[in-house]
């Protein structure tokens, strides 16, 4: 399968040098395009107070480039919306499911877990996240984490309706529901970790940091325990050299593989 390396939305958040993207997977298999994320799409773009609640707004410092939206990239390319049939999104927070009304013919794959949470939100920091108006209208199919191990990953399973080539590899903390997805492309295993760490550093050898994204993942985590044991796993995998391993935000990971 050949796998394009997408940016789908420029973050420009304070103290962080270089500033962030939303890495993004388009797929061109052989049951049509597969999107992995989706980032900002038109609505936010266009209109970006009525779809990102102000907190985030100046956190996140968004762009707000139409070229970036994943249905650019996918019309540069000389496809249409409805070429693509499937998204799997690695969890539901606004940064990631921005584009999903782009594409209203595409059946998007989320575990169940992380579509209870979204659509349970309480709170205002959590309802701020999952903004309902981004899932208004989106065709929805929901998969539990369970399934077989892969690279000492548990629950990890393949979708219904796509390619044996990806898989769903259950990464819960950063939400109750965040998944990593791994896509075995012409050139090996790739697995976009989502959320799962933030910064390139934090899964090398010996790990590294900065200060604003440690703060960003302890601000923005639910099960504080699991993230942590997850960030090992992927540590433990990117050593191995199995998979190339990546996460949302890294401009020098996706700098690397786009
Ligand atoms: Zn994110």
């Not at 038109?42 to 480039?65: A, F, H, W, Y």
């Not at 601000?219 to 044991?229: F, G, P």
Request: glycine share 8%; proline share 5%; charged share 25%.
């Amino acid at each position: 399968m050949k796998v394009h390396h997408l940016n789908c939305a420029t973050f420009r958040p304070p103290l962080v040098a270089g500033g962030l993207v939303a890495h993004c997977l388009l797929i061109e298999s052989d049951q049509g395009l597969v999107l992995v994320d989706t980032g900002f799409g038109m609505n936010e773009v266009t209109n970006p107070k009525g779809t990102i609640d102000p907190m985030s707004r100046k956190l996140l410092r968004p762009v707000l480039d139409i070229t970036e939206t994943a249905i650019s990239h996918v019309e540069k390319r000389g496809y249409t919306a409805d070429d693509v049939r499937h998204v799997l999104v690695t969890h539901l927070d606004l940064d990631h499911a921005g584009g999903l009304r782009d594409f209203p013919k595409a059946t998007v794959h989320v575990l169940d877990a992380e579509l209870e949470a979204a659509v349970n939100a309480k709170g205002t920091k959590e309802k701020a996240r999952y903004p309902k108006a981004q899932r208004d209208g989106v065709n929805f199919r929901t998969h539990k984490a369970e399934g077989e191990s892969w690279f000492g990953f548990e629950a990890v399973k393949d979708v219904d309706g796509l390619p044996d080539d990806i898989l769903m590899v259950p990464l819960i903390g950063h939400t109750r529901g965040h998944t990593g997805i791994a896509v075995r492309s012409d050139g090996g295993w790739l697995l976009h970790a989502g959320d799962a760490y933030f910064y390139r550093g934090e899964i090398e050898t010996p790990p590294s940091n900065i200060f604003a994204l440690k703060l960003t993942a302890r601000q923005t985590e639910t099960i504080r325990e699991q993230r942590l044991s997850n960030v090992e796993r992927l540590k433990e995998l990117k050593q191995s050299g199995e998979a190339e391993v990546f996460c949302a935000h890294d401009p020098v990971e996706l700098a690397r593989l786009a």
